[in-house]
C-alpha cells in the first residue's frame, strides 16, 4: 500500500513541476501590474468563485487587502444575501446582482477564480457577473484551467493554469489559484 503513495505522490509532484514549466509567466506579471494599477487608482477588486473557489476567494481577499493594501471584497462571504438572492433570484444572477448593489464600475476588477471558467451548463452566476463587469467597463481578471471557458473570452488578463493530468484538473487549479494569489500579493506589496 505504501508503494502506491509513493507513486502517487512522485506523480502529483512531477505533475507540479511540468506546470511551473509551462504556465504562462507574462499574463502572471500583466495581471499583478493590473493589481498594482488598481490600487495606486483607488479601484476595487471583487473576487468571486463557486465550490472550493469560494474559499479561496475569501482567503484571496484577506490577502489583498492585508498584505497588498488593495480594497476588496467577496460576494461569497456574505452568506445571508448570497442565500436570499439565490432563493428570490435564483442563481444565476445572484452574484451579478450583488456587484450591481456595489456599484461596480470602471475603476474596479473582478477577478473569477474557477477550475473551468464558466459555460452555458456551469458556473452560469460567474458567467453573469463577467458580463456585466464588460457592460460597466470593469476590468476583468481571472485564473482557470481546462480551456478557460468564458473566462478566457472576457477577461481582460487571464491566467491559464496548464492541464496535465485529466483526473487532477480541479487540485491542480484549485491549489494553482492559491500559488498565484500568493505570488501577485507579494509581488505587489514588495518595495
Known sequence: MQKRYEIYVANYLNEVAEIVNKIDR?????????IQDLRTAGGRLFILGV???????SHAVNDFRKIAGV?????????????????????KTSLSEWMK???????????????GGGSEHTSQNLVEAMKLA?????????IVSRDGGFAKKLSDICILIPV????????HAEEWQAILWHMIVS?????
Do not use: H
Open 187 to 191: 509581488a505587489v506589496a514588495s518595495k
Open 51 to 57: 465550490g472550493g473557489s469560494a474559499a479561496n476567494a
Open 71 to 91: 480594497e476588496c471584497y467577496s460576494a461569497l462571504d456574505n452568506v445571508s444575501e448570497l442565500t436570499a438572492r439565490i432563493n428570490d433570484e435564483g442563481w
Open 134 to 142: 464588460k457592460e460597466r467597463g470593469t476590468a476583468v481578471l481571472s
Open 26 to 34: 507574462s499574463s502572471i506579471v500583466a495581471f499583478a501590474q493590473q
Open 101 to 115: 448593489v456595489s456599484r461596480v464600475g470602471k475603476n474596479d476588477a473582478i477577478l473569477i477564480l474557477s477550475v
Open 164 to 171: 496535465v493530468e485529466e483526473s487532477r484538473i480541479t487540485p
